[in-house]
């Protein structure tokens, strides 16, 4: 038996590992930076479906949550305990530390309103947009 006919498995293995791989799901991954009263950066891009992962830094004095809301949904001022039901996905962070973390975007496209669940932070003005695309 010659060499070509396991060249032509080697390749054909290659290829639809490569095919594999461009099936599963995308990973995202962002550093951001949680200050008084602003997400940086505020505005955030990712696949349906993506593991997003997020490397929040706390700079402020005061603890602050990265709070997605679920698609179609708005906090109502001020943050409280009507406003849970309606969050996608949440982290805090102590002040003057930072954490990882990760989850599964939405399935669903659209843009999801992102905000600060400590009181008082989101009449400041600590909002931001979570697009899923």
């Known amino acids: 038996m010659g060499k070509r006919p396991f060249l032509h498995l080697g390749l ?3 290829f639809a590992g490569l095919m594999l791989s461009a099936c599963g799901p995308k990973k995202v ?3 951001v930076e949680l200050s008084d009263f ?3 950066p505020g505005a955030f891009e990712v696949p349906t479906g993506a593991e997003v992962t997020l ?3 706390n700079d402020a004095s005061v ?3 990265f709070v997605v809301m679920k698609l179609g949904t ?12 309606n969050v996608f996905w949440e982290a805090e962070v102590e002040p003057g530390s ?7 975007a939405p399935s669903e496209a659209g843009e999801y309103q992102l905000v600060c669940g400590t ?3 989101l009449e400041a003005g600590m909002v931001g947009t979570f697009t899923v695309r």
Do not use: C, I, R
């Open 98 to 104: 930072a954490g990882t973390f990760t989850f599964t």
């Open 29 to 31: 991954s962002f550093d």
């Open 63 to 65: 603890v602050h949550e």
């Open 119 to 121: 009181p008082g932070h």
């Open 38 to 40: 602003k997400f940086t």
């Open 12 to 14: 054909a293995m290659l």
């Open 74 to 85: 708005q906090v109502s001022m001020p943050f409280d305990d009507n406003d849970e039901g």
């Open 55 to 57: 490397n929040l830094t």
